[in-house]
């Protein structure tokens, strides 16, 4: 199985702040990299696919980069509806699998 | 829109036997760019991926589970349903049903969960 181990765990931010989570795969993935935002008892919510490509609908301060075995989200300019916690998953291969998210917490 | 709706017992006594429904509305089961999975998520902890199926009866597992868990489809009332069986207290999680959907990226097949339910807190408890 492809290990997914994203960094940091959590963190503390303000609005207006840029964040940028990292994540590594434990092999070379290629760009098959997908992000997700997810809040407590809501459907996981779909942000970036094939590393870098934005999903229709999701806020244009979301970015994402890398290819290979690194990886990240970017949210330019944090606003209220992004403090959640962000998953990876990878679309390499079989098991699919995710990075054990990064919470994002008002500072 | 398409929309998936997870049903099913929220309590399991051990050993027994787990079953869910994911219910899709506002789209076809049968579509030809879609995979249905089921993904779960212990109390805090991450997404695990449990397998899924293609609307011809075509499935793939995740090798941790696979000897317990059975995912099935019927077409005609376009829903997906999960079984797994055996199940001890390290099942508890919510369980989600997700549409995987294969795009396309420069020529190449990617694929990405971009349906998911809104997730179904199954305990397994005496």
């Known amino acids: 199985d492809i290990q997914m181990t994203q960094s940091p765990s959590s963190l503390s931010a303000s609005v207006g702040d840029r964040v940028t989570i990292t994540c590594r795969a434990s092999q070379s993935i290629s760009l098959y990299l997908n992000w997700y935002q997810h809040n407590p008892g809501k459907a996981p919510k779909l942000l970036i696919y094939?590393?870098?490509t934005l999903e229709t609908g999701a806020p244009s301060r979301f970015s994402g980069s890398g290819s290979g075995t690194d990886f990240t989200l970017t949210i330019s300019s944090l606003q209220r509806d992004d403090f959640a916690t962000y998953y990876c998953?990878?679309?390499?291969?079989?098991?699919?699998?995710f990075g054990q998210g990064t919470k994002v917490e008002i500072k | 829109q398409v929309q998936l709706q997870e049903s099913g017992p929220g309590l399991v006594k051990p050993s027994q036997t787990l079953s869910l429904t994911c219910s899709v509305s506002g789209g076809s089961i049968s579509s030809a760019s879609y995979y249905w999975s089921w993904i779960r998520q212990p109390a805090g902890k991450g997404l695990e991926w449990i397998g899924r199926?293609?609307?011809?009866?075509?499935?793939n597992h995740n090798p941790s589970l696979k000897s317990r868990v059975t995912i099935s489809v019927d077409t005609s009332k376009n829903q997906v349903f999960l079984e797994l069986s055996s199940v001890t207290a390290a099942d508890t999680a919510v369980y989600y049903c997700a549409g995987e959907r294969s795009g396309s990226y420069y020529n190449r097949a990617v694929y990405y969960f971009d349906y998911w339910g809104q997730g179904s807190l199954v305990t397994v408890s005496s």
């Open positions: 199926i293609y609307s011809s009866g075509s499935t």
């Open positions: 998953q990878q679309s390499y291969s079989m098991p699919r699998t």
């Open positions: 094939a590393a870098s």
